[in-house]
């Protein structure tokens, strides 16, 4: 929805702002950031491609976020920093992997990853949900993945930096000490 301003605390219920089947095709995260209040976001049935930068670090408050039904190819690599959000509904988007960072979702309780084109692999780890206990598993186990792929990826940044430094003949107690 472009050049068409929405009234956002017309759409705030409760907690809950419900943005969706909203042709919206930009997030107004600005205007969203300044309503404390809406811990749970419905994006849902809109037209959105991308999230962009500023949306997980000016929306940490959020709990439940709701992005089924859009053509989301890849959330940001900053998604991690909505540490307090136990519900997201990724339904139906083009999503093939996710950033590392949404391993620190480590309140995440629900996941639903449904209809996106995932890497096998992701997609055999979050499995299905159809139902509650499915949902649940699916956020367990994707956090926990990620978690330990994190992990992987600076344990193998340490150790190439270690051998960088070792080539260019600084020794590796030097190098530890500045830890």
């Known amino acids: 929805m ?65 992005l089924s039904n859009n053509h989301l190819a890849e959330l940001p690599d900053n998604f991690g920093e909505l540490v307090s959000l136990r519900h997201l509904d990724l339904y139906n988007n083009q999503i093939t992997h996710l950033p590392l960072s949404l391993g620190q979702l480590k309140m995440l309780r629900w996941l639903d990853l449904k209809n996106n084109p995932l890497l096998p692999k992701l997609a055999e780890i979050a499995g ?25 990826v600076d344990e193998e940044r340490q150790r190439r930096l270690l051998q960088k430094r070792k080539q260019q003949g600084i020794p ?8």
């Open 2 to 66: 472009r050049g068409t301003k929405l009234n956002l605390r017309e759409r705030l219920e409760d907690t809950v702002l419900d943005l969706s089947m909203s042709q919206i095709e930009e997030v107004p995260v600005r205007e969203i950031s300044q309503i404390k209040k809406a811990t749970s976001l419905d994006l849902s049935n809109n037209q959105l491609k991308s999230l962009g930068k500023n949306f997980a670090p000016m929306l940490t408050h959020l709990i439940k976020l709701d």
């Open 128 to 152: 299905p949900c159809l139902d509650a206990q499915q949902c649940q598993q699916s956020a367990r186990k994707v956090v926990t993945f990620l978690q330990t792929m994190q992990v992987q």
């Open 172 to 179: 590796n107690e030097a190098f530890q000490l500045r830890f």
